[in-house]
């Protein structure tokens, strides 16, 4: 088990930047799948991003192709989503999560931070 603490989030305008963090602790992060997940209020929690234990592979959802990246720094047992281009529907609840497939289905992986708040407004 991980434990996963998010960070970051915040009020933004569109066309806006954030960087999420999401710390985990454990010696074995670097074993692990790290995901993004949003919800948004009234919605299903939906993939956002996904990234490989090495780092090599990543996936991204169509919507946020092109200007959100997934990164992780091993060392540091952190993952993060940099957020550019930000919309009004980019609005949500963003939850890391870890676990052992890297996978866009939320129920496939183990472990998931408490979430930070992401509010896209003018």
């Known amino acids: 088990q991980v434990q996963l603490v998010e960070s970051g989030g915040g009020l933004v305008q569109p066309g806006g930047s954030l960087r999420l963090s999401c710390a985990a602790s454990?010696?074995?992060?670097?074993?692990?799948?790290m995901g993004w997940f949003r919800q948004a209020p009234g919605k299903e929690r939906g993939f956002v991003a996904t990234?490989?234990?090495?780092?090599?592979?990543?996936s991204y959802a169509d919507s946020v192709k092109g200007r959100f990246t997934i990164s992780r720094d091993n060392a540091k047992n952190t993952v993060y989503l940099q957020m550019n281009s930000l919309r009004l529907e980019d609005t949500a609840v963003y939850y890391c999560?870890?676990?052992?497939?890297?996978?866009?289905?939320?129920?496939?992986?183990?472990?998931w931070g408490q979430g930070t708040q992401v509010t896209v407004s003018s």
């Open positions: 990234i490989s234990p090495s780092g090599a592979r990543t």
């Open positions: 999560a870890a676990g052992w497939v890297t996978d866009t289905t939320p129920a496939l992986y183990n472990d």
């Open positions: 454990g010696r074995t992060f670097s074993s692990y799948s």
